[in-house]
Structures are given as structure tokens and as C-alpha cells.
Nanobody, 123 residues
Framework: QVQLVESGGGLVQAGGSLRLSCAAS????????MGWYRQAPGKQRELVTA???????NYADSVKGRFTISRDNAKNTMYLQMNSLKPEDTAVYYC?????????????????WGQGTQVTVSS
């Protein structure tokens, strides 16, 4: 099986920075697209940013210029550098990955989610 584990959340004042990490482990053959989602209380989960295996990225308008996604394919790890944080960035942040696993000659692709990490930005 595959596990995604996030770390790096916490409490920060407005204008501050945090760096989230998402480490994938298990019987991984390869990882395709990865992304960060967030869910604030009473709101739907939304895509914050995503990155392809060859490092193409896209961002939600609300975080452009403030957040930076990156990944280290050798470590099966994705990062989210969050700068100039605002109270409206407060949410549980989840990592997401399309992961291929291999069994004998068969390759399977599934979507996996991390358990989430809380980010709280105080005003």
C-alpha cells in the first residue's frame, strides 16, 4: 500500500511563513501529478496548487505569488512553501498524489490522500 504523510503545519501570525511537506512511502512504482488541497471550516475542499512529475505547476488565484509548490522525485516528497500568510489561508491542508504501483507485470494507478495538517493564521 501507499501512505502520504504531511508535516509542517502550525500556528503563525499574518504575514508569516510555513513550509509543508508530504512524504509518500510504500510500494511505489512512480508518482504522477501531486497537489495540495485545503478545507476551511464550513467550506468545501479546494485545490490550492498542483505539480506534474516534470515540475509543471499551477496555482489557485488566491495563492499566486505567495505559495510555491515543489517536489523531490528521488525522495517521493512534495513541499509547499507558504509566504505572506493571511487569516483566510487557515484550513486543514491535504496532500494528494496519483501513484502507480506494480504487481508482477501489472501497473495500477490510484489517488491517495494524506491525513491533513492544520494551518492556522492569526490576525
Amino acid at each position: 500500500q501507499v501512505q502520504l504523510v504531511e508535516s509542517g503545519g502550525g500556528l503563525v501570525q499574518a504575514g508569516g511563513s510555513l513550509r509543508l511537506s508530504c512524504a509518500a512511502s510504500g510500494r511505489i512504482f512512480s508518482i504522477n501529478n501531486m497537489g495540495w488541497y485545503r478545507q476551511a471550516p464550513g467550506k468545501q475542499r479546494e485545490l490550492v496548487t498542483a505539480i506534474t512529475s516534470d515540475h509543471n505547476t499551477n496555482y489557485a488565484d488566491s495563492v499566486k505569488g505567495r505559495f510555491t509548490i515543489s517536489r523531490d522525485n528521488a525522495k517521493n516528497t512534495m513541499y509547499l512553501q507558504m509566504n505572506s500568510l493571511k487569516p483566510e489561508d487557515t484550513a486543514v491542508y491535504y496532500c494528494n498524489a496519483r501513484v502507480q504501483t506494480k504487481s508482477l507485470t501489472l501497473i495500477f494507478e490510484n489517488t491517495y490522500w494524506g491525513q491533513g495538517t492544520q494551518v492556522t493564521v492569526s490576525s
